[in-house]
């Protein structure tokens, strides 16, 4: 299985000239009877061989973090300890140089990332929780969500150190993610004491969702034919700004407390249609994924007020599911419709709708 990004590599090691990586595109697109830009790749194993790095990575993780648990002070008598983040952190990193920076093993390098930001996170938030004293947090959210602010912004500068050193795609999301959490502490901290906090902090999820989506376009245009290592950061960008786009929104029209109305389910299929439509035109996934817990409530919720109580769970899964396979099997086609309308400013940051061999034009 290969990745852009390893195509990439073999390019700049001159194994390959971009003519030939071209063309091997081209020969898997054809093979696949879709355009391989379509196929939205990013690199999660290059074999059983990262299954099992993976597993012995977490057991070592976890072991040391349980060392770490023994090393004193702790939190509230008995509770975590900064060591415990720090020798993860510390771990995560060691093995990074042999397992990301010398083998590239793909899903190694995703979970020690997520291992040396989180537990860089831990060591900062359990370290500052200790120098402030647990006491003071009760009853203090404006305090505590203080705290959580200033510990997000060391595994941000860490996120950006790993970055450097390693170039793993998903660490610009884990910084991105970690500066998000900042911000949201920082506003919590803020209006913690108002009685619209919740809305106000749902709010500003919403509006850093859609800085973070604007982000990943910025990263996905710099590379319309996704043949770099770009297009795999734009992916776990996306990734992370939808689930801050779509939950917002559908918890400010009321769909987590457990009821909802005919306006508001027949509200959420719309939105669910709008976000495939700009799921298509941007050619990412991610957003129909987040949002798609809530539209089977909704569609759930519309089959029960129309009478067919015994069976709206099946219709509901029926109709979902046919869709989005539909959808899938016919995805290229429904993004040329999408996208060909469009003017041609905004087309050309889009991704390409057909990938074509160097000195073929386009139709």
């Known amino acids: 299985m290969y990745s852009e990004s390893d195509l990439e590599a073999a390019v700049s090691a001159g194994v390959l000239t971009p003519q030939q990586a071209a063309g091997f595109r081209d020969h898997v697109a054809s093979s696949r009877h879709v355009p391989a830009v379509d196929e939205e790749h990013f690199r999660l194993l290059t074999g059983f061989n990262d299954i099992f790095v993976g597993i012995a990575t977490v057991i070592l993780l976890v072991a040391v973090g349980w060392i770490g648990y023994s ?29 990301t920076r010398e083998r590239r093993m793909a899903l190694p390098s995703i979970l020690l990332l997520l291992a040396f930001v989180g537990g860089v ?4 938030l359990f370290t500052l929780v200790l120098m402030v004293g647990e006491a003071r947090f009760e009853n203090d959210e404006s305090l505590a969500a203080t705290v959580m602010a200033a510990a997000a912004l060391l595994p941000a500068v860490a996120a950006w150190v790993h970055w450097r050193r390693f170039k793993v795609p998903i660490t610009v ?4 993610a970690a500066l998000a959490a900042l911000a949201l502490a920082l506003i919590l901290a803020a209006v913690a004491a108002t009685p619209a906090a919740e809305t106000i902090v749902l709010a500003a999820a919403l509006i850093l969702g859609v800085g973070i989506f604007l982000f990943a376009m910025h990263w996905d245009s710099s590379d319309p034919r996704r043949e770099t290592r770009r297009s795999d950061v734009a992916f776990w960008l996306h990734l992370l700004a939808a689930p801050m786009i779509v939950h917002p929104i559908f918890t400010l029209l009321g769909l987590t407390q457990g009821t909802a109305s005919l306006g508001e389910a027949t509200i959420v299929v719309l939105l669910y249609i709008v976000l495939g439509l700009a799921a298509l035109a941007i050619d990412r996934r991610a957003l129909l994924v987040s949002a798609l817990a809530y539209v089977l409530y909704a569609l759930n919720s519309l089959f029960r007020e129309y009478g067919a109580v015994e069976l709206s769970v099946a219709f509901t899964a029926l109709i979902i599911g046919s869709a989005l396979l539909l959808l899938s099997a016919f995805w290229t086609n429904a993004r040329r419709a999408v996208v060909r309308p469009l003017p041609e400013g905004l087309r050309g940051k889009l991704p390409v709708v057909d990938r074509v061999s160097p000195g073929i034009v386009a139709a």
């Open 173 to 176: 999301a884990a910084g991105v």
């Open 121 to 124: 996170f831990a060591f900062s």
């Open 71 to 99: 090393v004193p002070p702790h939190v509230e008598g008995d509770g975590p300890t900064p060591f415990m983040g720090l020798f993860v952190a510390i771990t995560a990193w060691g093995l990074a140089e042999f397992f």
